[in-house]
Structure formats: C-alpha cells, structure tokens
C-alpha cells in the first residue's frame, strides 16, 4: 500500500503560481509512475499531468503546456507540480496518482491507469 497526501493549495491571484507536493509514504521502494489530475464543481476529474517511474517522461494536458511543470524527488518520495501563470479556470481540487510500475518510461493519462489516489487540495484562482 502507499498513501499519498497533497499540500502546497491555496488562494491565490489570477497570474500568479502554487507549488503542490505530493507525498508519498508506504510501499516506497517499488517503483511508480505519477499523475496530477483536478477536479472543478460539477466536472468530471480531469488529467492535469504525468511523469514517468524514472522521471524521465513527462506530459500534460494541453491547457497547461508551458504553465505547469511536473517533477519528482526520489530520495524524499515526492512528486510536485509548479504552476506558474494560474488562471480563474485552473479553480479546482487536485489530486495525485500513483501506479506500481515496473517501466521506467510510461506516463499514463486515464484515471484508471492509477492504482493509488491522495485527498486532494484546494485551489482557487481569483480573477
């Protein structure tokens, strides 16, 4: 099993940038791909972004691409998600992903690729 906790969400202004973390604790020795994905009022739960085990692999969804950028830290089990030039349409929960996997180099994109889910946090950009 591995648990995953978010944090780093927030209020801030249109334009401006939060850097979430994911945590992760457990079963940390195997090896993970990891995901980003949020969730608005009334919307289904959207893939934000992905890195490979290895992290050498990444990806996101083109309404991010050039604003958020995805990483990891091995040696402290943490994966981040810096998003710089937030807009009032990145307002949602989000949440990190983990899949046991035995590639280095696979990203994944559906929700149901993932075998392990976080909380969630809270962001909120005002216009």
């Known amino acids: 099993q591995v648990q995953l906790v978010e944090s780093g969400g927030g209020l801030v202004q249109a334009g401006g940038s939060l850097r979430l973390s994911c945590a992760a604790s457990?079963?940390?020795?195997?090896?993970?791909?990891m995901g980003w994905f949020r969730q608005a009022p009334g919307k289904e739960r959207e893939f934000v972004s992905a890195?490979?085990?290895?992290?050498?692999?990444?990806y996101y969804t083109d309404s991010v691409k050039g604003r958020f950028t995805i990483s990891g830290d091995n040696a402290k089990n943490t994966v981040y998600l810096q998003m710089n030039s937030l807009k009032a349409d990145d307002t949602a929960v989000y949440y990190c992903?983990?899949?046991?996997?035995?590639?280095?180099?696979?990203?994944?994109?559906?929700?149901?690729?993932?075998?392990?889910w976080g909380q969630g946090t809270q962001v909120t950009v005002s216009s």
């Open positions: 890195i490979s085990a290895s992290g050498g692999r990444t």
């Open positions: 457990g079963r940390t020795f195997s090896k993970y791909a």
């Open positions: 992903a983990a899949r046991a996997e035995s590639s280095d180099i696979y990203v994944y994109t559906d929700r149901g690729a993932y075998d392990y």
